[in-house]
C-alpha cells in the first residue's frame, strides 16, 4: 500500500508554508509572430499552486488566486471559485477543498462549489466516508455525514502549537503541529497520541506512506523516516548534507520526488538515499503539488501555475492556469500591463515571453498613466501605484468606493478619476490616490458611467442612464461635466472610449464607432457603423476594438477605417484589448493573453 499526503497550503501566509504530496518566476514563452497570426504569450501564468487533484476528467487546481478547473488537461482554466484551496479530497462523486473560507464541496467535478462548514481549514482527508479537517487554532473535527455536520475528534491541541496537515493511512491518522511536532491516531480520532520521537525541533512540511514506512520532510532539517507507525524516526539522506526541506511527496511506484527549493529529488529506495531528479522542472522551480493522471505527471510550483510531463517526455511544459480571466490589459511604451481576476497584477517588458508577477492578489479593473507612475484599481484592494514601470508597488488603502468593481480609470495633468460600476459615480482624486471624493457636479443623479478617457485636459465619461445617456465632458478635471451629445446616435452611450492622437474614439451599444475632435462641432461616425462594441484601445494612430461578436477590428488611421483581424484567440473568449506601440494584445477567459503584430 502505497498513500500520500496530499498538499495544503498550511500556515503560508502567517507562519510558514505547509504542503504534502501529490499531491524565477518567469516562463519561456513563443518566439514572435508574424504579423498576421495571432500566438499565445507565455501567460501571465497561473499563481502558486499548492494543491491538486483529479476528479473525473477534471484536474482541480488551488493557492492564492482560487480554485481552477481544466477539462482538457490543462490546455485551458476556469476559475470555479475564489475560495485558496489548501488541499482537496475525494470521497466517491464528491470534491472537497480545505479553504480559510472552511470546507466547500463539488458534486460536477469542480464546476461548483458551496461552503459545507468550518473556518480557517487547513486539510482534510477521508477514512472511507468519514471527512477529517485541521482548524490551525482548535484542532482536528470529524465528519460522518459528507461535510454537513462536524465534531470535534478527541485531539488534544497542545499550548500555543498550530495543527496544521493530515495524513492518513489506512485507518491511521497523522496531523502535523506548528512550531513542531506529530500526533497520530488508530481509532479514526477518538484517542491520539505523540508520535515524534527522534525528530527535529522543527515543523513538517510533508509526510507521505509507502508500504509500511512513514517519510515526513522538515523545515531545513530534510527527511525523517519511521519504520514503526511514527514511533520513532531515523534521518535519511545516504550521504548527503541533508539541509533542504520538501514541500511536496510524490509516489511514482519505481521511485518517491520530493519537490524543494532546489528542485526535484528523488529516492529509489523507499527514501533511504536521495538525489537530484531527472524529472527536474525546468530552472528547478519549487513543486508544492503533484497529481497523476495515467502516464502524465503534473507539478504546482509555488509562483508560477501548474506544469505538464508525460512520463516518456524529456521535459515539462507549462500549463496555467494563464490566469482565469484577464480582465483588463494596459500598454505604455515599455510595458504590458494585464490585471487578473484573482492573480493581481503581471507584467511583461519584452511582448510576453516572460511575465512578472505585479501588485498583489486580487481583482484588477483598470489601470492609468500619470507621469511616469501607472495606477492600478481593482475592487477590495483598491488602488495600487507604481513609478518603476511595475517593478515596485505601492498600496494605496482609501480606495474610492471600497468593494464595488471599477469601469474606468484616468489620469490628467494633476487628477486621477475613478468610475465605479452600476450607480458608483466619478470620484477624483488631486493627490495621486490616496483620497477620493465624488465628483459629479453636471451628471444625472445616480450616474451610470460605463468608461473614462482623457485628451489633454479634457475628460470623457460614457453615462448610461436611461433620458440623459450620451458621452459627457469635464474640462475642469471632473469638477463639472456637461454632456456632448451633437452628432452621437440618439439613445446610445459610450460603452468604451479611447483616445488615439488628439482624437476620442467612442464605442457604443448598437451604432458601431464614434470619433470627436476638440476643433470638431460634433461626434462623427468611424466607419464602424452597426453593431455593439464592448472594448476599445489605442496607441498612436493604432487604435483595435473588441464587438459585440467577440472580433477584434484594427485601425490604422486613429480610427477613420477599420479591417477585421483573422480568429485566433477568439475560441477561448476575448474580455480586454490592449493596442500597444507594436502589436495588439488581448487577454482571454482561460487562456492568458495572446499578442498579433499590427
Known sequence: MRRVLRPALGVCLCLGLVVGCGKSNRVAGPGAPSSAEWVQTSGPSGDGIFALTLA?????????????????????????????????????????????????????????????????VRSIEAVGTSLFATVLDQGVFRSDDLGHTWDRTGFVRPPGAGVVNLLAADATLYVTLSPNGIQKSTDLGQTWSSADAGLPATDALAMCVVGAKVLASFRNDGVYASLDGGVSWIPSGGGRTWYEE???????????????????????????????????????????????????????????????????ASSWSNAGPRSAQISSLFATDRTVFAGTRGQGVRYTTDGGTYWWNGAGFGFFDAFAKWGDDVFAIGPWFGVFHSGDEGLSWDYHAN?????????GLAAGPRWLVAAVEHDGGIFRSNDRGYSWAPSNAGLPTGPVVTSLAVSGS????????????????????????????????????????????????????????????????????????????????AFGASAVALNSLGQVLVSKNGGRTWSRSQPGPLAHGIISISAGPDAIYVGTDGAGVWKRNY
Not at 518517491?256 to 530552472?283: K, Q
Not at 460614457?462 to 440623459?468: A, F, L, R, T
Open 246 to 312: 520538501g514541500w511536496a511527496f510524490h509516489d511514482l511506484g519505481d521511485r518517491i520526488l520530493l519537490g524543494t527549493p532546489s528542485g526535484l529529488m528523488e529516492s529509489r529506495d523507499g527514501g533511504a538515499h536521495w538525489v537530484a531528479s531527472p524529472l527536474n522542472v525546468e530552472g528547478s522551480l519549487l513543486v508544492t503539488a503533484f497529481a497523476q493522471s495515467g502516464a502524465t505527471l503534473y507539478a504546482g510550483s509555488s509562483n508560477t501555475g501548474v506544469y505538464r510531463r508525460p512520463l516518456g
Open 458 to 537: 479634457s475628460i470623457f465619461a460614457g453615462i448610461g442612464n436611461p433620458g440623459s445617456m450620451g458621452p459627457y465632458r469635464s474640462e475642469d478635471g471632473g469638477l463639472t461635466w456637461n454632456r456632448l451629445a451633437a452628432g452621437f446616435p440618439a439613445n446610445d452611450h459610450p460603452t468604451c472610449l479611447a483616445v488615439s492622437g488628439t482624437t476620442v474614439l467612442a464605442g457604443t451599444r448598437e451604432h458601431g464607432i464614434y470619433r470627436f475632435a476638440s476643433e470638431w462641432p460634433k461626434w462623427e461616425p468611424a466607419g464602424v457603423l452597426r453593431g455593439g462594441v464592448a472594448k476599445l484601445s
Open 56 to 120: 473525473g476528467s477534471s484536474l482541480i487546481a488551488g493557492g492564492p488566486g482560487g480554485i481552477y478547473r481544466s477539462t482538457d488537461g490543462g490546455e485551458a482554466w476556469r476559475l470555479t471559485s475564489q475560495a485558496q484551496a489548501r488541499d482537496f479530497e475525494t470521497v466517491g462523486l464528491l470534491t472537497f477543498a480545505a479553504t480559510p473560507g472552511g470546507v466547500f464541496w463539488s458534486s460536477d467535478q469542480g464546476a461548483t462549489w458551496t461552503q459545507s462548514g468550518l473556518f480557517d
Open 399 to 407: 480606495a474610492p468606493a471600497g468593494e464595488s468593481a471599477y469601469t
